[in-house]
């Protein structure tokens, strides 16, 4: 399958392994060779250049998803797909820019060095590329979710937006507290601290520009704070609910 990926950051790179021998185009061209040194059989191709390919996959961050479909669409022969993490915008981004080809939208919820895992899915114009597609992605042993693309950003909103947001805002205000005097809870939080922090800034903020969540959880802490001791108790039975 001659496929070119557009981004060859982590997830361009996850779904060239999944593809095998890809082509690598980057607007940091560094980046695309990087991307195709760790792959045998991968090439490069500068963004400028022409040229169509069978599957071409948009891995760009999410501010940068509906430019780059547009721009890049076109060099669709048989499908296009993204692996972008928003779904609403670049569906009807894809639907502008290759309206005559299968499309897709996926989106590994996970690292890639933490595959294999859940991939949501959903596939507006479906056909063999994507099938073999989906085909690939149960073959190295991930679970397919079919989703719709809005019912996705919703999820993505409490997924990612507000889980994000509420485990950085305990790391924020926390202490060092003495060694011995950790709970479960407290050591379970500060796990997913350095698991969210041992990453690249950047992509979290393009995920709260996109599904918010940090003012959800604010106005929750808020109440919190502000509540006497049965609305506490409340607060807690309906967060327990």
């Known amino acids: 399958m001659e496929t070119l990926i557009v981004g060859a950051g982590e997830m361009g790179r996850w779904f060239g392994r999944l593809v095998g021998d890809p082509t690598f185009a980057d607007r940091d061209p560094a980046a695309a060779e990087r991307a195709a040194d760790a792959l045998d059989g991968a090439?490069?191709?500068a963004v400028?250049?022409?040229?169509?390919?069978e599957l071409v996959c948009i891995a760009v961050p999410i501010p940068a998803a509906t430019e780059a479909i547009a721009a890049h669409g076109g060099r669709a022969e048989r499908a296009i797909v993204d692996v972008t993490g928003v779904m609403e915008p670049v569906v009807a981004?894809?639907?502008?820019?290759?309206p005559d080809v299968e499309r897709a939208s996926?989106?590994?919820?996970?690292?890639?060095?933490?595959?294999?895992?859940?991939?949501a899915v959903a596939v507006e114009e479906s056909g063999p590329v994507t099938a073999w597609l989906r085909d690939r992605l149960r073959e190295e042993g991930n679970e397919?979710?079919?989703?719709?693309?809005?019912?996705?950003?919703?999820?993505?909103t409490t997924v990612q937006g507000r889980a994000h947001a509420a485990v950085l805002a305990f790391a924020l205000a926390a202490d060092d507290v003495p060694e011995g005097l950790e709970t479960p809870v407290y050591e379970d939080l500060r796990e997913l601290v350095d698991r969210i922090t041992g990453n690249t800034p950047r992509v979290y903020a393009d995920i709260q520009d996109a599904f918010d969540g940090a003012s959800d959880v604010a106005e929750m802490a808020q109440a919190l704070a502000d509540a006497d001791h049965t609305g506490f108790e409340a607060l807690y039975e309906d967060a327990g609910r």
């Open 43 to 45: 090439d490069t191709l």
């Open 106 to 119: 996926l989106h590994p919820l996970f690292s890639a060095d933490a595959a294999p895992g859940n991939v």
């Open 144 to 156: 397919l979710v079919p989703v719709e693309p809005a019912e996705h950003d919703d999820a993505m």
């Open 93 to 98: 981004a894809m639907a502008a820019a290759a």
């Open 48 to 53: 400028e250049e022409e040229g169509t390919f």
